[in-house]
């Protein structure tokens, strides 16, 4: 996943794309969630159904999601219906990215703040909602098309893949380790150091985790330290 901290690297040297002029939150919203369903992802986003008018509001199909995560994630993970919601609304630059779940088992708000920085995603409040318990990987590809909408811009394939890659090496080595938390402390101290060292070899990107792993007191694999760089 060596792709992950260059496409990372790239992000963070180029200037960010400001994000649109217009202040209307975006909503993006499973595609198969039914009508009482959708009231409650609704409720939990805490938006009225006689207020969407106020947002621009996108869906998210199944399809979308396999399109995004399929060759990252299985499709037990991924589920058959696209039902997790995402609500974005843009904050004023240097603000930063909050993230805020209600019903999501999979993807943590750490997991959800450092792949949507490394998409680009910048300076936004982020609240994903399921209409019960789900993994909530539809929201992380809402979110993205949310992004492209709010900017106008295309989210290009490379940062598309180093978030997608980020999300699920992350949730892998945090259902091993059993502390997701240390894990995006780990995901994002080890970005860190690439960036400041301008890192771009293997062998000094290894060495930026196994640096950022003992300042957390993490022991990981072999392999885990492959899944990472």
């Known amino acids: 996943l060596l792709c992950i901290v260059m496409a990372f690297a790239m992000i963070m040297a ?17 595609a198969d969630l039914s009508e009482s369903e959708k009231a409650t992802v609704l409720e939990k986003l805490g938006i009225g159904q006689d207020d969407l008018s106020s947002y621009d509001v996108i869906t998210i199909t199944n399809q979308d999601e396999k ?8 499709e037990n993970v991924i589920g058959g219906r696209s039902l997790s919601s995402v609500l974005i609304t843009k904050n004023k630059a240097g603000s ?39 993994s909530g990987t539809a ?3 809402g979110a993205l098309k949310a992004y492209e909408t709010m900017t106008g811009e295309t989210v ?19 259902d091993t380790l059993g ?3 240390k894990v995006e402390q780990l995901m994002a101290l080890a970005k860190q150091y690439v960036v400041e ?3 771009n070899s293997e062998e000094d990107i290894m060495k930026a985790i196994e ?19």
């Open 14 to 30: 180029a200037p960010l794309t400001a994000l649109a002029d217009d202040s209307r939150p975006y909503l993006a919203l499973g």
């Open 67 to 74: 399109n995004y995560l399929g060759d990252y994630m299985s």
């Open 96 to 134: 930063g990215i909050h993230v805020t779940t209600h019903n999501i088992t999979y993807c943590t708000t750490g997991m959800y703040r450092n792949a949507l920085i490394t998409a680009g995603i910048t300076d936004a409040n982020v609240v994903v909602a399921g209409p019960f318990d789900i």
């Open 139 to 141: 929201a992380l590809v």
């Open 156 to 174: 290009s394939e490379e940062s598309i893949d180093a978030a997608v890659n980020e999300l699920v090496t992350t949730g892998s080595i945090a």
């Open 179 to 181: 502390d997701s938390e």
């Open 197 to 199: 060292g301008n890192l």
């Open 211 to 229: 640096q950022a792993s003992k300042e957390l007191n993490i022991t990981l694999s072999d392999s885990q330290r492959s899944q990472i760089s």
